[in-house]
């Protein structure tokens, strides 16, 4: 099933992609510029829902080299809570994929062993909603 997330949120219609920010952070890092605290900063809840809730991704950490990504998916909008719902199936995002009201997911990656996180993109949920 976490797999299946991940696939399922593979080029969504409105979709934003974030990985030159990543790239512009990561040279940051690794010329000294940004330190580890700075960009492994990773809030308690979100390693706990990347444990929990997180689907794997083949990439590795690009700060510790070789601790496994996973993907955290939140989705914002309509009677969900202020600081949004993360998904835990795909069953869950269809759910909500089908209410008459828009909805924003937003996919970031996390590594648990450091705490690196980034946001990696956003995208409707129900364009036409
Ligand atoms: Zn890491």
């Known amino acids: 099933m976490k797999f299946g ?4 949120i593979q080029r969504r219609p409105g979709e934003i ?9 990561l040279a940051a890092y690794r010329s000294g510029a940004q330190t580890t605290l700075q960009v ?16 794997p991704v083949s990439e590795p950490c690009p700060v510790c ?9 939140y989705v914002f909008g ?11 199936s795909v069953a869950e995002m269809q ?6 009201a828009p909805y924003t997911a ?7 062993a450091c705490r690196w996180n980034h946001l990696v993109r956003s995208f409707l949920l129900n364009p036409l909603a």
């Open 5 to 8: 997330l991940a696939a399922a």
């Open 17 to 25: 992609d974030y990985r030159l920010e990543r790239q512009r952070i």
């Open 40 to 55: 492994c900063d990773a809030q308690d809840e979100l390693v706990r829902n990347a444990a929990h809730c997180g689907a």
């Open 65 to 73: 080299d070789g601790s496994p990504l996973v993907h955290v998916t």
């Open 78 to 88: 309509a009677r969900l809570p202020s600081s949004g719902r993360c998904m835990t």
């Open 95 to 100: 759910r909500l994929a089908r209410r008459r």
């Open 106 to 112: 937003y996919v970031v990656e996390v590594c648990t």
